[in-house]
C-alpha cells in the first residue's frame, strides 16, 4: 500500500469538505469523505474518522486558513 501525500488529499477537497473535516459538523459532507476514505460513517451521522482523515484533519487544522 502506498502512502498518500496528505497535502494533495487536502487541496483535492471542496471548501464543504474541508469544513466538515475540521468541524467534524456538516453531514452533507460526509458521504463524499466516506467515499475518499476520510471517514467512515452516513450522512447524518458519524462513525469514526479514518487514520487517513485524522492525518488529513491535522494538516487542514495547520495549514488551511480559508
Known amino acids: 500500500m502506498t502512502t498518500?501525500?496528505?497535502?494533495?488529499?487536502a487541496r483535492g477537497l471542496t471548501k464543504a469538505q474541508r469544513h466538515?473535516?475540521?468541524?467534524l459538523n456538516g453531514p452533507k459532507a460526509?458521504?463524499?469523505l466516506s467515499e475518499m476514505?476520510?471517514?467512515?460513517?452516513n450522512p447524518g451521522e458519524w462513525a469514526?474518522?479514518?487514520?487517513l482523515?485524522?492525518?488529513?484533519?491535522a494538516?487542514?487544522?495547520e495549514n488551511d486558513h480559508a
Do not use: W
Open 20 to 23: 466538515t473535516l475540521r468541524t
Open 37 to 41: 476514505g476520510l471517514l467512515v460513517g
Open 30 to 32: 460526509v458521504f463524499e
Open 53 to 57: 482523515g485524522l492525518a488529513v484533519r
Open 59 to 61: 494538516y487542514l487544522l
Open 48 to 51: 469514526a474518522i479514518t487514520s
Open 4 to 9: 498518500p501525500d496528505i497535502a494533495a488529499v
